[in-house]
Each structure stands twice: as C-alpha cells, then as structure tokens.
C-alpha cells in the first residue's frame, strides 16, 4: 500500500482495474486508492502478470501491507503468502505497493543502513512533505524559525512554495529546532530531510548518520558490483547508471540524472564528485559548460590576406549578455503537465463566432442592480455549465481501458498568475446562479494571485474555460488541462459590421474555440455543444429560466 500524501496512514482500495492473471504493463492503472485527501490512481511500476491481490475492493490497510504480487505467470507464490514475513519476502519479489523502494536503490540502502542503528528517542526527523497530489520537489520560500528555537506542535516552521501555491507547514511535534536541511530558496525532491525536531543538546550528526546520507548510500551501491549484475538487480542499476556512446559506464544519482535531463546537460561532460567518481547533485548545480563549445568560426569568413585589401567594415560594437533564472516549482510542473497533454491527447479544434449584443444589453440590466456585478466571462462560465449538461460526452475523462463520465460539471478558470497559470475550480457550477458565479471566480482569482489558494480548490475539474480576451486577444486556442476532455478558449468582444436581416449593422462578436481529446469527444460532439453554447450566450434569459 503506497503512501499517496504526506499525512496518509492508511489507504482503502476504491477499485481495482486489473485482476489476478491480467497482463501488466509499467504505466498500467492498477487500482484506484481513497487516501485520507482524495481518490487517486495507483500505476504499476513492474511489467509481468498479477498474481496475487492482497486487499480486496472497499478493504483499508496501513501503508506498506501487502497490496499485490506481480511476477512471472505460474510463478509459486505460496512460499510469499504463507510465511512470517510475506510482506517482506513480497517486497523482495515484484511488490506493487513500496513504489520509492523498488524505484530507488538510494532509498533501499538507507533502510538497510537504519537497521543498524536507532533514531535517539524525541528526535523527529522532518521530510520535506508531499503538499498536492501531483508535487514532486518542493522549494523552501522562508524560514519562519530558526536553528536553536523552541518549537511547539502546531507552530508554523517555514512556507514551502509547491507547484501550485506557497503554502504554509506546520510543526507536528514540540521540542527545539536542531537543524535545518533545506535552505531558503533552495529546492529539494519529497521525503528530503527538511529538518531536525529534539531535545536540546542532541548530537546531530549522529541522528543525520543514523538516518543515512547520499555517501553511503552511494557505497551500498558500489559501481565496481555493475560488473557482477545479476538479472534481479538489472532494474535498480539502470537507475543509477548511464551508458556513453563510447561504451564507457557513467554512475549517477537519480536526482542527478533527472536535474540534468531537466537542464539539457550531457552527463558525458559532468566531472563526478562522489565515490568512484558518481555524479551528484551538487555537481550538475555547479556544471559549467565547456569552453571548447564556442561558436566555430564560419567558414564564410574572408581570409586575412583578403581582409587586408578591401576596405575597413565598421562593426557594431557592444557587450553580449544573458541570465539564467532558476524555475519555479510551478513553471516546471506546468511545463511537464502540458507537454503530457499536447503529446498524448490527440487535440483538435473548432471555433465559432457569438452574437454578444444581447448578452452585452443583459449584462447592463443585471448590473444595474444593487450589489451585483457580473462579467461577461461569469456568463461565459455559466453557459459552458448549463451545456455541458445537455452534453455529457464532453464533461468526460479518458481512463485508457474506460472512458470517466462525470454526473458533476466542476469548471475550472484558468487564472493568470506571477509565474505561470493556475486554475481554481468552481465546483458544481451548474447550481449556481450568474451572481454566485461571479462572487466564487473573483475571490478564487483574487487568492490565487497570492498564492493562499489550496490544493483541494484546485482539483477536481471536468472542464476549463480560458479567457485572454481582457488582453485583445481575438482568437487563439489551449492546451487541454488533463484529465479534462476539452477547455474552451474566449477570445475578446469586437464590434464590427454584421449582416442582419439583410442589412449591414454594427454589432458586437465574439470568436469561442473549442479544444477537444479527440479519444472522447468526435467532432459532431463538440460542435453541437458550441452550437448549444451559442444559443445560451446568444440568449443569456435562457440561462435564468
């Protein structure tokens, strides 16, 4: 039973989408667990058949129980299911459950290491925790205590900046702050050590010791046993090792390795740091490229004997220059979550222009009213929700072996922030009325500019509406903000002549495009949900009826 939050104790299994003797690819959903925050899909980190489920649909269990056996079809297992130590022996084989364990070989040889060795008893060790469903490393934005002062459960220890927002941690336990192993504005992955919480006086180092670093860790690997690699350890060494066109074995960390990915750098051209010459951390945060990869001269260049005879060419002279700023937690995951979303979803897009003359004398008439203010994108959110419910094909997710139709319209609004895009969501939009709408999206908009919104507002979408025509913008189309099956782009209102009733008037238009997973929706789909969204907007009484 994988560990799915930071608080989480114990998980019940919603759903399994696989049975025993089904194929299992790496990827593969295997089941849905209901954690102590929400429901989440678990995937499969192994390939082979599974065997064995060890928790049955609406059972719980503490994390680390044994949730499935994956192995080889016909494998025995009894020997696993029967002993003292099944949970054990499991994790030995294919485990499903300790994802971290059976990924990391950092991580198992920290626990072997623990073994030795005990925590001393009032010290806690603090991990940088998991703070969202979809967080993976986390940035420390301030430190509000410092090293030497008394810390009592509940007080706040630092504000931690997630993909998604900065938020604030609190204390779980009382005593003195020992030590600090994430310093402001540095970055480090979940379940890093964050800080140290004990009695004054404890000896540190030992407790850090005890706890296991990256050197040791590294020796327990010991790249010297990449010679003697049996067929079981395969996996874990392909983690920490890289191969170099030359043949030549490069040993990496797996946060090394991933830094480097991220920052585009040839691990061949990184001096190692660590035993045996392993590339860590530190050494990609100090990498500095080569000066052998200056720009060549081309060979266009007239030669100096040829310079010599044609008259001087006065150059622009000045100083080249260029910063490099370090992304936000945010920047990055939206980098990734998008690029998921383009490469996997196969978009399409339709578009079509809306009369807003009627929506804009509407607009008026609601606004003339005490204490009511509406925009023209709460009429755009309200229509979008009052559509979806005539189209439910569009209010739906894919699932790979199932397609997810929501019986709830959650609208998410993208919102513009400092350093990316956020998007709040508006939950059961279609109950509320075009004045609840507008209240919900401006303190929602409002919060997340200062970043105070919370994971759970920001989950649970199943369809987002994304507005830049405050810019200008006429026209432009989105990336689809998974698991949703479609986002609608709004562009700007214009007025421009229109024919109408066989006459050029002047009227005001505005351009909707519809981005669509094509795996879901089919084109007719979409575009009688647009022609549905154009009737509402076109009539926006309809939508008060």
């Known amino acids: 039973m994988p560990r799915l939050s930071d608080t989480m104790e114990e998980g019940t299994v919603a759903k399994w989408l696989k049975k025993v003797g089904d194929k299992i690819e790496e990827g593969d959903i295997l089941a849905e667990i209901e954690t102590d925050k929400a429901t989440m899909e678990f995937e499969s980190f192994h390939e082979g058949t599974l065997l064995h489920i060890g928790i049955a649909e609406g059972d719980g269990a503490p994390v680390d129980s044994l949730l499935a056996i994956i192995g080889e079809e016909g494998e025995d297992i009894s020997g696993l299911l029967t002993s003292p130590s099944a949970d054990s022996d499991a994790t030995k084989h294919k485990s499903a459950a300790p994802v971290e364990e059976s990924k990391n070989p950092e991580t198992v040889a920290a626990k ?59 204390s779980f336990y009382s005593g003195t702050l020992l030590y600090i192993g994430i310093k402001e504005g540095e970055s480090a992955p979940v379940d890093e050590v964050l800080a140290i919480i004990g009695p004054q006086g404890t000896d540190v180092d030992a407790v850090l010791n005890t706890k296991t670093s990256d050197a040791p860790a590294a020796k327990t690997e010991v790249p010297a046993a990449a010679d003697k690699t049996a067929p079981d350890t395969a996996q874990k060494e392909s983690i920490s090792t890289t191969v170099t066109t030359d043949g030549q074995r490069v040993f990496v960390s797996p946060l090394a390795k991933k830094m480097a990915q991220d920052k585009g750098i040839d691990l061949n051209t990184v001096q190692g740091s660590g035993d045996h010459g392993r590339i860590v951390k530190r050494d990609i945060e100090n990498y500095q490229p080569s000066q052998a990869a200056a720009p060549k001269v081309s060979a266009d260049v007239p030669s100096s004997a040829a310079m010599k005879t044609q008259a001087p060419i006065i150059l622009p002279v000045g100083e080249e220059g260029s910063e490099e700023v370090k992304n936000s937690q945010m920047r990055k995951v939206i980098a990734k979550r998008l690029s998921e979303s383009k490469f996997s979803a196969p978009h399409y897009y339709l578009t079509i222009e809306v009369d807003m003359t009627n929506a804009a004398r509407s607009r008026v008439h609601i606004n003339n009213l005490p204490d009511i203010k509406v925009s023209y994108n709460d009429l755009v959110v309200k229509a979008c929700a009052m559509a979806l419910k005539k189209h439910p094909q569009v209010n739906t997710s894919w699932n790979g072996d199932t397609t997810r139709y929501n019986k709830h319209i959650h609208v998410g609004v993208a919102v513009a922030v400092e350093d990316g895009l956020v998007v709040p969501v508006l939950k059961f939009a279609d109950q509320l009325s075009l004045t609840q709408i507008g209240t919900a999206v401006k303190d929602l908009a409002g919060r997340a500019r200062i970043k105070k919104l919370t994971p759970a507002e920001m989950e649970g979408s199943t369809f987002t509406v994304s507005n830049l025509g405050m810019f200008g913008i006429l026209e432009f189309t989105s990336i689809i903000n998974q698991p949703n099956s479609a986002i609608l782009s709004v562009g700007a209102i214009v007025e421009k002549p229109v024919v109408k009733d066989g006459e050029i008037v002047v009227g005001s238009t505005m351009k909707l495009t519809l981005a669509c997973d094509h795996r879901t929706v089919d084109g007719a789909t979409g575009a009688q949900f647009l022609q549905t969204l154009r009737a509402f907007l076109e009539n926006p009484v309809t939508m008060l009826a």
């Open 112 to 170: 072997e290491t623990n073994t030795s060795s005990e925590i001393p008893e009032g010290v806690e060790i603090i991990k940088m925790p998991r703070l969202s469903d979809t967080m993976e490393e986390g940035t420390v934005a301030t430190w509000l205590k410092k090293v030497g002062d008394d810390v009592e459960e509940g007080d706040i220890l630092a504000e931690i900046e997630t993909d998604k927002a900065t938020m604030e941690f609190e």
